[in-house]
């Protein structure tokens, strides 16, 4: 399904939701009907809320919420608990040798999140990466499509692994390792961009690259342009190093998702149903900044609730102004 297609459904999601989640392209009601005007800058925040026993808070109102930009307190234009706008999600499967153990179990509880998060107007994609990366299905919303993309996952997988006719910066080189961030820039930079709504990266991965053309940094912010929030299941292999939880912390945090160790197969089950409901609770936060510079420089953003106490936000760190 095409991104004009999905770009109709968010806006109906939206306008139904009395906000907006796609920047610059807000709605104004009038006598004639919607106005699209492209110079209104609003900025969209999606959070997800828990408690101290980390379980998922769903009752929460605007007055509930402070925004801060660059330690400036923002006022908050729109709010809703978002539970039926589209989202749009990549699955990224680490098939290198430190997960062959897992693959399995990583397969029957990819399929199985899969068939849980994805309702009417979502759609996903399946790629998997080792020495390179390989697109196994690009966006559908078809069950079945995606079932089989996640079976053909194997591990190692030869070729020259990056997304068909649209290589990126990157190019078709053959890579050595684990091209974790290279996954990632890819996911989002080449595919997530041109996307509207909700977006999210979930990777089943030890966190542990190695030969990736792109760098940590490139990897976060070309999540952070195109909005897309990673969230990490952490499966490492002791004899293979155990895992990088740094590198996975730092990319969930970076772009409002989690990061989850998985020790077990139970856990990796539990770790999926997690994510698929912080998808699915989540607040959507709109505002305008009080000081708006379209210079294309990074701007921090702080959402919190007015219990600080017993009550943890999570959500994205910041967004790239638009240049000029």
């Given amino acids: 399904m095409g991104s004009l297609s999905k770009l109709v459904r968010v806006w109906v999601a939206l306008s139904s939701a009395a906000m907006l989640a796609m920047p610059a392209v807000p709605q104004e009601a009038t006598g004639q009907g919607p106005v699209i005007r492209s110079q209104v800058n609003l900025v969209n925040v999606f959070a997800t809320v828990r408690d101290k026993n980390k379980r998922i808070v769903g009752d929460l109102k605007q007055e509930d919420f402070k925004i801060i930009e660059d330690n400036q307190d923002q006022k908050i234009a729109f709010f809703s608990k978002e539970v039926s706008l589209p989202i749009t999600l990549a699955l990224l499967l680490d098939t290198s040798g430190s997960e062959q153990d897992m693959l399995g179990a990583i397969q029957a509880a990819g399929s199985q999140f899969l068939d849980r998060v994805l309702r009417k107007g979502d759609e996903a994609l399946v790629m998997s990466f080792d020495t390179d990366v390989d697109m196994l299905s690009d966006f559908t919303d078809d069950r079945a499509q995606l079932d089989r993309a996640v079976r053909r996952a194997r591990i190692n997988t030869p070729g020259g692994g990056m997304i068909a006719g649209n290589p990126g910066p990157i190019g078709n080189q053959q890579m050595t390792g684990t091209a974790l961030y290279d996954a990632i820039y890819l996911a989002a930079g080449e595919k997530l961009n041109t996307e509207a709504g909700r977006k999210a990266i979930v990777i089943v991965t030890d966190a542990q690259d190695e030969g990736s053309k792109v760098r940590i940094e490139e990897a976060i912010e070309s999540a952070q342009r195109t909005d897309s929030v990673i969230h990490v299941l952490l499966v490492a292999d002791r004899r293979f190093g155990g895992g990088n939880s ?46 708006f510079k379209p210079d294309g420089h990074f701007r921090t953003i702080e959402i919190v609730a007015s219990d600080r106490k017993n009550f943890r936000v999570r959500a994205r760190r910041g967004y790239y102004a638009p240049g000029q």
């Fill in 246 to 291: 740094g590198v996975a912390k730092h990319l969930a945090d970076e772009t409002g998702g989690r990061m989850i160790v998985v020790n077990s197969e139970k856990k990796l089950k539990e770790a999926f149903d997690e994510i698929s409901d912080e998808l699915r609770s989540q607040y959507a936060v709109s505002y305008k900044p009080a000081e």
